[in-house]
């Protein structure tokens, strides 16, 4: 296992019981059994390995669900990490720097709908897709960060149908209908 995954996994494991606020590099380097000039090596703070953590896990995963006949399996992948991940997902959506998970999430779903109008619009000009990303993609955010933070109390079948309801059709009506 290379040093950066260690890292990682130590900092779930830790993030399990302990705020990731809370957590030092001190600690983080002693528990994963590596120097701390080692940590400092590969990232510049917690919040940075955390990133790592979710572009590693998740995003390079999602880069071929930018499809609009597949963009539900995407959403799929990343609910099920979220449903998997859960401790760690609320743990840093709890954290001073909680917007790392908003963005996070954002980011994501961006692609995967720009991916989307793409492929619904080939001739789309970037200015009218990314828009379009852009709405749909805080609109997929916040849906999926109220899910995490109502500690999934509705079921991932339920949400996905939640989903299909608002979304199905609805980027080819917007593109349709703004030509």
């Not at 701390?36 to 703070?45: E, G, K, L, Q, V």
């Not at 071929?64 to 609910?79: A, M």
């Not at 001073?96 to 989307?116: E, I, P, T």
């Not at 709405?135 to 999926?144: K, M, R, S």
């Amino acid at each position: 296992m290379d040093t950066k995954q260690k890292l990682a996994d130590t900092l779930k494991e830790l993030m399990k019981t302990t705020p990731v606020d809370h957590i030092t590099v001190n600690q983080l380097t002693s528990s994963a059994d590596v120097a701390r000039n080692t940590f400092y090596y590969h990232f510049a703070d917690i919040n940075e390995l955390v990133a790592w953590i979710y572009n590693r896990e998740i995003v390079t995963q999602l880069a071929v669900y930018q499809r609009e006949r597949d963009w539900v399996v995407g959403l799929d992948v990343l609910v099920t990490y979220i449903e998997n991940n859960r401790h760690f997902c609320l743990n840093t959506f709890h954290s001073l720097n909680r917007d790392l998970l908003s963005r996070f999430l954002y980011r994501v779903a961006f692609n995967m709908v720009a991916g989307v109008v793409q492929d619904l619009k080939v001739d789309c000009p970037a200015t009218f897709r990314d828009e379009i990303a852009n709405f749909y993609g805080w609109a997929l955010a916040t849906q999926i960060t109220q899910w995490l933070v109502t500690n999934l109390q509705e079921s991932k079948e339920e949400f996905y149908q939640r989903m299909h309801r608002m979304l199905n059709g609805t980027v080819n009506h917007v593109l349709q209908n703004n030509h």
